[in-house]
């Protein structure tokens, strides 16, 4: 049996893992599935263990969604399709052994997708390596508050927790909050145009984009207003609650939060009743999931550099951008850099350090990409996707010219950087 971590106050002794209840037309289908769950998570427990070595693993453990019981499972078709990704973090000793391992994390996630039977992955299973040593200094992050109290242990050490940093909720790190809405704005922008010409998954994909964003707009406001809950549930049923003067509420926008309650049960139960917001076409959605990211961004940034929240949603991201603290030299930064152009032509190196200039010792790649992402777009809800780019834009990887290709150009290098792969 999998064992959660036992340190959450009510945390029930059996593990659940996504939606199903009595009542519901698939509970049975559902309940039937989550038995074959457990029991393919032990499998890909047994399948990581062989690989990196039983002696060498001091710790496997479920996180994300699926550890919290939300993970998010279409029903009702041939096969159960994952929207949700099923996250592993595996903890070793040996950083000899990361960098051997970390080449072949790809390899090993799309090994343990095949343990899942008879399902289709939107998502992914996402395999994560890191060395005991590095947890302790991983950030006061919403993630890593639920992996402290929430994780479920697939193997080895039952009190990994205590490699983590250990904090309250209202301890999580603003500045997380801020981090949150950019990467999820940053692979929004991945889902421009919308497509569903391939039939029903395609649309069920994009509504799942879309309920993250909405998801992600009450996490971040909560963060950032310094008043975290753990769980989408949990923090639909507060802001529900929650007044219009509530600081969380007034970061997020009053119009995203009534869309974010509607959203959140789709992202628990998308085999349930499709969110009435979805009812104008794909591209208008797209751009008022983007509209209300953009805006919560904006006002979550203003409040952290101490300005107003209410109003800054007109106020330009370039110029917010310009208000942020600059970071000190950083070695790091520059080790970064040389990572991340190590395979590119001359060209592309010699434009990007043109380009982004000093800013290689204050900030690293992927903070570029999320600023870009941002800009991006800012420049789409203000201008439209078919506008095009100009000389003083001056947005990371984006060049000169049409919108859309320099949102496509992004997606690619934000998976590739995050993921490891394209799209």
């Not at 002794?13 to 199903?20: M, R």
């Not at 919403?142 to 904090?167: E, K, M, Q, T």
């Not at 008022?288 to 940034?301: M, N, P, S, T």
Request: net charge negative.
């Amino acid at each position: 049996m999998l064992q959660n971590q036992g340190n959450e106050k009510g945390r029930q002794s059996s593990n659940i893992f996504f939606h199903h209840a009595e009542g519901d037309p698939l509970y049975k289908i559902k309940k039937r599935y989550h038995d074959r769950f457990e029991k393919s998570l032990e499998c890909c427990g047994d399948l990581l263990a062989g690989h990196i070595g039983p002696d060498n693993l001091k710790s496997l453990l479920l996180t994300g969604s699926f550890s919290i019981g939300e993970g998010s499972i279409l029903f009702g078709g041939e096969s159960p399709v994952f929207l949700s990704d099923i996250d592993l973090l595996a903890i070793i000793e040996d950083k000899g052994l990361l960098m051997k391992l970390l080449p072949e994390k790809e390899r090993l996630s799309g090994e343990c997708e095949s343990l899942f039977p008879d399902a289709v992955f939107d998502g992914h299973v996402d395999v994560g390596i890191v060395t005991a040593g590095e947890t302790g200094r991983f950030p006061r992050s919403p993630g890593v508050y639920d992996i402290n109290r929430r994780a479920i242990v697939l193997r080895g050490d039952l009190g990994a927790s205590g490699f983590f940093p250990d904090f309250r909720p209202e301890e999580v790190d603003r500045r997380e909050g801020i981090i949150l809405l950019e990467n999820r704005i940053a692979s929004f922008i991945g889902e421009w145009p919308p497509d569903t010409s391939s039939g029903p998954l395609s649309r069920h994909h994009f509504l799942y984009q879309a309920a993250k964003g909405y998801a992600d707009i009450i996490t971040a406001s909560l963060c950032v207003s310094g008043n975290f809950i753990s769980g989408y549930r949990e923090r639909a049923e507060y802001v529900a609650g929650a007044g219009e003067d509530d600081p969380g509420v007034r970061l997020a926008g009053q119009g995203a939060v009534m869309k974010a309650l509607e959203w959140s049960e789709y992202k628990l139960d998308p085999s349930g009743k499709v969110p009435p917001f979805s009812a104008g076409t794909d591209r208008s959605l797209w751009f008022e999931v983007a509209a209300d990211l953009l805006g919560c961004w904006k006002r979550c940034e203003s409040f952290i550099q101490g300005g107003a929240a209410v109003g800054a949603e007109e106020q330009n991201a370039s110029d917010l951008f310009a208000g942020r603290r600059t970071k000190s030299f950083k070695k790091d930064y520059i080790t970064a850099w040389r990572c991340y152009l190590r395979d590119k032509p001359f060209r592309t190196v010699a434009s990007t350090v043109f380009s982004v200039g000093l800013a290689l010792a204050r900030s690293s790649p992927l903070e570029k990409l999320r600023e870009a992402g941002v800009l991006l777009l800012d420049h789409a809800v203000s201008r439209g996707t078919g506008s095009v780019i100009g000389p003083n834009d001056r947005i990371f990887l984006a060049g000169e010219g049409d919108w859309a290709k320099a949102a496509g150009r992004l997606s690619d290098e934000w998976n590739r950087l995050v993921f490891g792969r394209k799209g």
